[in-house]
């Protein structure tokens, strides 16, 4: 398994040239789900003693496996959030994996560490973070929040000298907030109080301080983190950044800003002012997965004061040791800085994206969405038979096909999807059955998505 002979040398060529193929294909397909009934009987069982063969399991993939995959990166792909990696991510995502990278510390993956964290300070200074800011890519942003409130509460605890050791801890966040920051508290045994959205799913200042008014001050003193989003993945809506900021510092509260999906924008010149205040965090997240261009999975965490961080997530043990010794600053074990120890270089696909293209690119493709976003919220208001529900904030547009009961959007959705034409899921919206369309991609245009609006008719 370990040599390199006749039969590697051919099954090296047969993935290259399908992982090269796939890469020039455009668009590539939508495929479909498929039932494990279904599966079964075209894959049979895969694993068995004797082994396939490479070029056997590569066919399978390839006529089984890979249609019952939906392609995230299909101009039509518009529900939950796409992803459009650029072709240079993708390659240099196999020579990640080539190369065998252990990129948990400095000692064994110095070069791999120091791309990411080029790449983490372009982030840094989107948001106007400070030059001592750093962190790390972890798999999503389920991962990075957890880290990041992790970090909160650990610096909570330290602030009081030990006083909150055994007081469970408490997270403010909106009602429009991530199912993760839920999921977190979960696994933290903390308790998390929400404070109630617009109609249009923002938190703002003035709410949150009349929810924080209104506790008892043992309440009060159990708040470790203030949690503010950048970008709702349902409506794409940007919470007041600046106005939780503020109050996140009068308290003396952790700020952490979730811009998983969102924070993408921040790049974009004209966008940058909608997210206001976002400086005034202390932890930030945004996927590179999402809008920024890059393969799954990358997650960029990024911590005001990462010295914080390491604090809380450092692990110890006799084998670790030699990963702790007075070294400066400059030896960055990115195991410290998150939930984890063992990673992959996650963020060099998309470190070797940014330095490939450049950061104009970026903002350009993302500018390229948002004005798609604008010009396909003008159709659906100029339509007879559709209603635009929320002025788009970033790029995503939640609205509405007049008449249609639960039953009708799902047929439709399913229809669209069998047919090959887009993959567009229901969603809610004031607990009414609707559609949303999530751009991240800017090889969708405004002529394609209005094809599957008149297929609504």
């Given at each position: ?140 942003g389920t991962n990075g929040n957890l880290?990041?409130l992790i970090a909160a509460r650990f ?303």
């Amino acid at each position: 398994m370990h040599f390199h002979d006749a039969a590697t040398e051919a099954l090296t060529e047969a993935i290259v040239g399908y992982s090269v193929d796939r890469v020039r294909l455009y668009p590539p397909p939508l495929d479909r789900a498929s039932t494990l009934a279904d599966l079964q009987a075209a894959a049979g069982d895969t694993i068995t003693a004797e082994g396939m063969g490479g070029l056997a399991a590569l066919q399978l993939f390839q006529d089984v496996l890979a249609p019952a995959t939906i392609s995230t990166d299909h101009p039509a792909f518009l529900s939950f959030v796409p992803a459009a990696p650029t072709e240079a991510s993708i390659l240099f995502d196999l020579v990640v994996g080539a190369s065998s990278i252990y990129a948990g510390s400095w000692m064994e993956g110095a070069g791999a560490v120091f791309a990411e964290n080029q790449a983490l300070r372009w982030i840094a200074d989107l948001v106007g973070l400070p030059e001592t800011a750093g962190g790390v890519f972890v798999s999503g942003g389920t991962n990075g929040n957890l880290s990041a409130l992790i970090a909160a509460r650990f610096n909570w605890r330290h602030k009081t000298g030990g006083r909150n050791d055994r007081v469970r801890g408490l997270i403010i966040a909106s009602t429009g907030s991530h199912s993760s920051i839920a999921s977190a508290a979960r696994a933290m045994d903390a308790d998390i109080l929400r404070v109630r959205a617009d109609e249009r799913g923002r938190l703002h200042g003035e709410a949150l301080r009349e929810l924080i008014d209104g506790l008892a001050p043992e309440d009060r003193d159990r708040i470790f983190v203030i949690v503010a989003t950048s970008g709702t993945t349902n409506a794409g809506v940007i919470d007041d950044l600046d106005g939780a900021g503020r109050i996140a510092e009068e308290l003396g509260a952790w700020f952490h800003v979730d811009g998983a999906y969102g924070g993408a924008a921040l790049c974009s010149p004209t966008a940058r002012p909608k997210f206001a205040g976002i400086e005034r965090c202390d932890s930030f997240i945004v996927d590179p997965h999402k809008w920024l261009f890059a393969p799954f999975d990358c997650c960029a965490l990024v911590y005001r004061n990462p010295e914080i961080a390491r604090a809380a997530h450092t692990q110890h043990a006799e084998y670790l040791d030699v990963l702790h010794g007075d070294h400066g600053r400059e030896e960055w074990n990115p195991s410290d800085y998150a939930h984890h120890l063992s990673r992959r270089a996650r963020g060099l696909p998309f470190w070797f994206s940014l330095a490939t293209y450049g950061t104009d690119a970026y903002a350009r493709a993302v500018d390229t969405t948002l004005a798609v976003t604008v010009g396909v919220a003008d159709l659906i208001r100029a339509s007879d038979h559709l209603d635009l529900l929320v002025e788009p904030d970033l790029s995503i547009v939640i609205f509405r096909r007049i008449g249609w009961t639960p039953a009708q959007y799902q047929a439709w959705s399913d229809q669209s999807l069998l047919d090959g034409v887009s993959f567009v899921v229901p969603t809610a919206w004031n607990n009414e059955t609707v559609l949303r369309f999530c751009f991240v991609n800017p090889l969708t245009t405004i002529e394609q998505v209005a094809e599957i609006l008149e297929s609504m008719r």
